[in-house]
């Protein structure tokens, strides 16, 4: 049975994710702040703030003592705030790149040295469309998701070698 890991599973695409994967055979391990709706045999989860990067690492090597391989990292979790640039605070900002991009670094490069180790795996990290669009009112998002879009590039580039 494959085994994946996806942040966000709480609701939206994140929920939908795990529970397509469910119904195909895997073992799903969700990371959520909140609890999940989903109740399946194969589907457990840790409710954590993924800003948080001892906690991410700690959960990390926990959920590797449970499953044997780690077969996928989905990052999924993220928050979006619509508002103009100059009415944006800058704590709305910062509360945003902390979860999308640095939520993602720490998940990537906590699951990514298991996978290194394991000599394989796959990473999907979301972002969004509204990058490429720039679109007006999203700026703080858009940055954040950019840096993600960024972040995977590189990553990928100094992964590939290692079967991630």
């Not at 993220?78 to 790149?97: D, R, Y």
């Not at 490069?109 to 290194?116: I, L, N, R, S, Y």
Request: glycine fraction near 8%; aromatic fraction near 4%.
């Amino acid at each position: 049975m494959p085994n994946a890991i996806i942040t966000g599973t709480s609701r939206g695409l994140g929920r939908s994710l795990a529970e397509k994967l469910l119904s195909e055979g895997w073992f799903v391990w969700g990371i959520s702040r909140s609890p999940s709706l989903i109740k399946h045999t194969h589907f457990k989860e840790s409710l954590i703030d993924i800003t948080d990067e001892a906690v991410v690492q700690s959960t990390i090597n926990s959920i590797s003592l449970n499953l044997i391989h780690i077969d996928l990292l989905v990052n999924n979790a993220g928050a979006a705030s619509m508002n103009a640039f100059l009415l944006t605070p800058a704590t709305s900002a910062e509360k945003i790149m902390r979860l999308n991009y640095l939520g993602t670094f720490n998940c990537l490069q906590a699951v990514g040295k298991k996978m290194v180790r394991q000599r394989g795996g796959l990473i999907i990290n979301i972002t969004t469309v509204a990058v490429p669009l720039a679109l007006a009112g999203e700026a703080a998002y858009v940055a954040s998701k950019a840096a993600v879009d960024s972040l995977t590039k590189v990553v990928a580039d100094e992964l590939k070698s290692q079967g991630v």
